[in-house]
Structures are given as C-alpha cells and as structure tokens.
C-alpha cells in the first residue's frame, strides 16, 4: 500500500505556495508604482528647468535688442520692473523705458510659468568685461520652489546662465 501511495502524481500547487507568489509579486508591484512616482516628480522638475532655461532666454534676447541700455537691465531677486506700455506696441518708449517694461513683463511671465507664483525670483547680474569694452558679462539666476523627488518637503531650484552682450550697435 505504501507503494502505491507514493507513486501518486501530484497536480496543481499547495496553498502556502499560492500565498509566497503572491506576495513576491506584491512586494515587485509596490516597487515599480515607488519607482513609478519618483520617474514624474523627476519629469515635472527636467520640464520646470527647461521652462527656466527658455525664460533665461527670453530676458537675455530682449537685452540683445535693447543694446544701449544694457545697464538697465541689472536687476535684484526682489525688484519686479515698471510696466510703461512700450511691449503693446502703442507707446514709442526710451530705450531706458523699454528696458523697465521688459524686465516688467518677464518678471510677470516667469510667476505665471513657474510653480509656487510667490516664490519664483529672478536676478540679473551685468558686469562690463574690462574697462573700455562694449562687451558685458550678463548673468541670469531663477530660483523656484517645488517638491523634492524622494520626500514631500519642499525644495529650491536654481538655473543660471552666463553670456557676454556687446552693449553698443556694433562690437
């Protein structure tokens, strides 16, 4: 009788083997969702820098345009600019007016593109290459805040770019 007994063919799984595959792949899905959220936080910070870059752009061809008034465009994190109606294209501005509206607008435009409206700051830092030279060093700094990848604190971004602007017509 023993004989025949443990020629008996075994089908299907036992309970406890059930249970053990289920729960490693419960533990592989909670990992993939985990990884899952972290990929959209990092997707949400790579669009806000690309926003900033555009925006540091934007700033830095209205300098280029304006070349007499280089100058005018250093501005604090804190300063927001004077709206003078010269970007309407109804008022005839001076170039020093014009350099106010823009740094206005811009200013206006980066709260509006960038999270956390309040928090956005913006800076622009020109210094001249050397005496005598048309040529200045222009820096653009914005600072944004926004949730951190791997918690829910809250943290700073930056992005900065630096280039040389001839401030006369001709270099």
Not at 61 to 70: F, M, Q
Not at 79 to 108: E, H, L, R, V
Request: glycine fraction near 6%; charged fraction near 15%.
């Amino acid at each position: 009788m023993n004989q025949t007994a443990n020629l008996k063919i075994r089908n299907g799984f036992t309970s406890v083997e059930a249970l053990v595959a289920f729960l490693i792949l419960s533990v592989g899905m909670l990992g993939i969702a985990s990884l899952q959220t972290i990929s959209l936080r990092s997707s949400q910070t790579a669009s806000l820098r690309t926003v900033a870059a555009i925006k540091a752009g934007e700033i830095l061809e209205r300098i280029r345009a304006n070349p007499s008034e280089v100058n005018s465009y250093a501005v604090a994190a804190d300063a927001t600019g004077t709206y003078k109606g010269c970007n309407s294209g109804i008022n005839k501005c001076a170039p020093a007016d014009m350099a106010a509206d823009d740094i206005f607008a811009w200013k206006k435009s980066l709260t509006e593109a960038l999270p956390d409206n309040a928090e956005v700051t913006a800076s622009i830092v020109v210094a001249p290459r050397a005496a005598g030279s048309a040529l200045f060093d222009v820096t653009v700094t914005i600072n944004w805040e926004e949730p951190a990848v791997k918690s829910k604190n809250i943290q700073t971004q930056s992005y900065s770019v630096t280039t040389s602007i001839c401030g006369a017509v001709q270099c």
